[in-house]
Nanobody
């Protein structure tokens, strides 16, 4: 069992930055690929980024590539999403999630946090 708690969301102006954090409990953290997803009002939840269990490889949605960076600290059971050059279309509830495989497919993720809100004003 893994419990995930996101933090770091907030209100920021377009062009600004935020760093999201995801704290994981449980002793199996290094077994999981960790992903970030987001859901805007009225939209389906969408993939943002994923990082492999040891952190050697990452993948990003095209809409955030070059602006967002995912990282993890396995010693602290933490995952981060550094978001730069934020745009109003990045406004959403951001979730971290754990999967046994590094994938963009939401259905493969077995543990989810409750989300942290990011709002980008124009």
């Amino acid at each position: 069992q893994v419990q995930l708690v996101e933090s770091g969301g907030g209100l920021v102006q377009a062009g600004g930055s935020l760093r999201l954090s995801c704290a994981a409990s449980g002793d199996m953290f290094t077994s999981f690929a960790m992903g970030w997803f987001r859901q805007a009002p009225g939209n389906k939840r969408e993939f943002v980024s994923v990082i492999t269990p040891i952190g050697y490889s990452a993948d990003y949605a095209a809409s955030v590539k070059g602006r967002f960076t995912i990282s993890r600290d396995n010693a602290k059971n933490m995952v981060y999403l550094q978001m730069n050059n934020l745009k109003p279309e990045d406004t959403a509830l951001y979730f971290c999630a754990a999967s046994s495989v590094p994938t963009s497919e939401e259905g493969n993720y077995v543990y989810w946090g409750q989300g942290t809100q990011v709002t980008v004003s124009s």
